[in-house]
C-alpha cells in the first residue's frame, strides 16, 4: 500500500470560490495540525506537508524571526512539531507560499522587481529553515504568479535566468547549512492564477531542473489528474517520462474535467478520473517506482456548511473520503495487475521477440542493419487494443468472467 500524505493548506482551506465567499468556518494552524494529527491516529495517513503561511504569519519586515527561540512563531512552530510528533505524523515536505501575499502579485522567484525577488528568496530561506525544524525532505517550488497576462510585460531575455537564480540559491542555503531538505521539487501548472505560467507542464519542469546547477538534487511533483489536464494533456505521459528521468519525487492528487479550470476536486469525485487514476497506480506499479502521493485537492464547496462543528467533522470526512478512493483505485490496480489475461492480451501486442529488443537495446548499428524482420508477418496482425480494454473495463466494472 503507498504511503499517502495530507497536507496542511488542503483541510485549512474554506473553500470559497471567484463567485462565493467561503462557507466553512476558518480554523487555526494548530487546529488543522490537530485533525492531522486524529488522521494519523486513525491510520489515514503517515505524511504531511504544509506552506509556511500555513503555519506562522510572515512578517516581511522580521524574515529571521523563526531564528529567535522567544518568538511567537517559534513557539507556533514548537507546539505544532510537538503535536505532529506525539502523533507520529512526519512533515514530509515544505513549501513557500508566494501567492498568497499581495506583493508576489506579479511573481516570487522570477518577478521582474529585484526588490519583490529578494523578499521572495528571503521567504524561500525561511520556508526552509521551517522545513528543516520539522525535519522535511522535499521542498517543492509550484510556479504560482511567476508567469504573465500579457506578452510585452515579462523582460523575456532574463525571466527565466531570475527563475534559475532563485531555485540555485535554495539549493546553496540547503548545502552550506546542511538542512533537512534532500530533495527539491518543481511543481508545473499551464495557468492559475496567472493567465500563463512559466512552467506549464511537467516537461517543461523537466527540462529547467537540468538547467540547474545540481540536477540530480531537482525532480518533479505532477499533479494528477489536475495540472497537466487543465490542457489536455494526458497524466501518463507526465509520470511515466518523470520516472523514466529518474525525478519523479511524489505525486499531487486529486480530480479534474480535463480542460477546465483547476477543478482539485476530492480522489476520484466527479464525472471522469476513475479509470485514469487506476491507469496511473497500474503503471507506476509496472515502472517499479514506490514513492509517496500527496493530496492535493479540497472540499467540494456544496459539502461544507458553516459551525465550529462542521468545521472539523467536514474535514476529517474530506480525509477518509479522499484515502478511501485512493485505496479503491489502488486494489482495482493490483487486481489488473495480477489479471492473467490482461497479461495475455498486452503480451500479444508488445510481441515476444527477445532476440531483436536485445539487438535494439544494444544499440549495434551494424547488426540492426543487417537483420531482415518478417514484415508481412508483422503487418498482418491486428493491434488488439479494443479487446484488451474491454478487459481491463470488466475488472473496471467487477465482472470478472
Ligand atoms: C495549486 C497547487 C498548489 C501547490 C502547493 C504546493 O494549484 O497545486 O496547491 O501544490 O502550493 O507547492
Ligand atoms: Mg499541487
Redesign the pocket.
Known amino acids: 500500500m503507498r504511503v499517502l500524505s495530507m497536507p496542511f493548506w488542503c483541510v485549512e482551506n474554506p473553500v470559497g470560490d471567484p463567485f462565493g465567499r467561503s462557507i466553512l468556518d476558518r480554523l487555526s494552524p494548530l487546529e488543522v495540525c490537530d485533525l492531522l494529527c486524529a488522521a494519523k491516529r486513525e491510520g489515514l495517513i503517515e505524511l504531511t506537508a504544509s506552506h509556511d503561511d500555513n503555519l506562522v504569519p510572515w512578517d516581511p519586515a522580521n524574515p529571521e524571526d523563526d531564528q529567535d527561540p522567544a518568538s511567537q512563531t517559534s513557539r507556533t512552530l514548537q507546539e505544532i512539531r510537538l503535536r505532529l510528533q506525539a502523533a507520529g505524523l512526519r512533515m514530509a515536505m515544505i513549501t513557500c507560499d508566494l501567492h498568497g501575499n499581495p506583493v508576489f502579485r506579479g511573481g516570487g522567484l522570477a518577478n521582474p522587481n529585484p526588490g519583490i525577488r529578494l523578499l521572495a528568496a528571503q521567504k524561500v530561506l525561511r520556508s526552509i529553515r521551517i522545513g528543516h525544524f520539522f525535519g522535511a525532505e522535499y521542498l517543492t517550488y509550484?510556479v504560482a504568479r511567476d508567469g504573465f497576462e500579457t506578452q510585452f510585460a515579462l523582460p523575456w531575455e532574463n525571466t527565466y535566468r531570475y527563475l534559475l537564480e532563485g531555485l540555485n540559491l535554495a539549493r546553496r542555503y540547503i548545502r552550506d547549512n546542511k538542512l533537512s531538505i534532500r530533495k527539491g521539487s518543481i511543481?508545473s501548472k499551464p495557468n492559475e492564477p496567472r493567465g500563463e505560467m512559466l512552467l506549464p507542464t511537467t516537461g517543461h519542469a523537466l527540462a529547467l531542473s537540468d538547467a540547474l546547477e545540481e540536477p540530480g538534487f531537482w525532480g518533479v511533483?505532477p499533479?494528477i489528474l489536475q495540472?497537466e489536464a487543465m490542457t489536455n494533456l494526458s497524466p501518463f505521459v507526465a509520470l511515466a517520462l518523470a520516472v523514466a528521468r529518474g525525478k519523479l519525487n511524489f505525486v499531487?492528487l486529486g480530480n479534474q474535467k480535463p480542460g477546465q479550470f483547476d477543478n482539485d476536486n476530492p480522489t476520484m469525485i466527479g464525472m471522469s478520473g476513475v479509470k485514469e487514476l487506476v491507469g496511473v497506480l497500474w503503471m507506476l506499479e509496472r515502472m517499479g517506482w514506490q514513492g509517496h502521493f500527496e493530496f492535493?485537492n479540497h472540499v467540494l464547496r456544496t459539502d461544507t456548511a458553516p459551525g465550529a462543528d462542521n468545521a472539523r467533522e467536514i474535514r476529517m470526512d474530506f480525509i477518509r473520503l479522499n484515502v478511501e478512493n485512493f485505496r479503491l483505485a489502488e486494489a482495482k490496480a493490483a487486481e489488473l495487475s495480477a489479471d492473467r489475461e490482461l497479461a495475455a492480451m498486452q503480451k500479444a501486442i508488445w510481441g515476444e521477440l527477445p532476440g531483436l529488443a536485445d539487438l535494439l537495446a544494444r544499440g549495434d548499428w551494424r547488426r540492426i542493419l543487417a537483420e531482415r524482420p518478417d514484415y508481412g508477418q508483422l503487418n498482418a496482425q491486428a493491434v488488439r487494443i479494443a479487446r484488451l480494454d474491454t478487459r481491463a473495463n470488466r475488472l473496471l466494472l467487477g465482472r470478472r468472467e
Open positions: 509550484w511543481e511533483n499533479e495540472h499531487h492535493d
